[in-house]
């Protein structure tokens, strides 16, 4: 939305403070279910990332580190312990050995699977405490954040 159709909140300091404390709620009892799921397959919130940016394909690292906002070494770091727990495979370019790909294996994308359907069931008791109407104006409402948030100078 064009700066200028955008509108500061009405009673500014007490809604963004209002909303800064729902957020930090919401983000403690989405993490804490996510930690608990991802706990169980032995990865962090950025190894579950990695797995799956890595569900469209083999990527180099340098790709890796670019999607993760990561410098290369620490992208590394994530890849060695997935390829540890044989969630990801490093594979040689043939035509090129000195570029390495990597690649999910069949183990990691069941534990992505596994994970994204635990988390598909908790969202859907989340939101199954609203009604229909208002479970389709709070996607719409997130749908307009996350565009504004991908869409914000600095994430370009």
Not at 42 to 50: G, N
Not at 79 to 96: F, H, I, M, T
């Amino acid at each position: 939305m064009p700066a200028a159709q955008r509108t500061a909140p009405a009673d500014g300091d007490k809604l963004t403070q209002r909303l800064a404390d729902i957020i930090m709620v919401l983000q403690r009892c989405f993490i804490s279910r996510l930690s608990d799921r991802l706990a169980h397959g032995q990865v962090s919130f950025a190894q579950y990332t990695v797995l799956c940016h890595l569900e469209g394909g083999p990527l180099s690292m340098s790709e890796i580190a670019g999607q993760m906002r990561h410098s290369t070494a620490a992208a590394t770091g994530l890849v060695d312990r997935l390829e540890d727990l044989g969630y990801v495979q490093r594979v040689r370019n043939a035509g090129d050995r000195r570029r390495v790909a990597v690649r999910i294996t069949s183990k990691g994308q069941q534990l992505v699977d596994r994970i994204r359907h635990d988390i598909h069931g908790s969202l859907g008791e989340f939101i199954g405490c609203l009604t229909p109407v208002q479970q389709q104006t709070w996607i719409e409402i997130y749908e307009k954040l996350l565009n504004f948030c991908l869409h914000r100078p600095e994430n370009k």
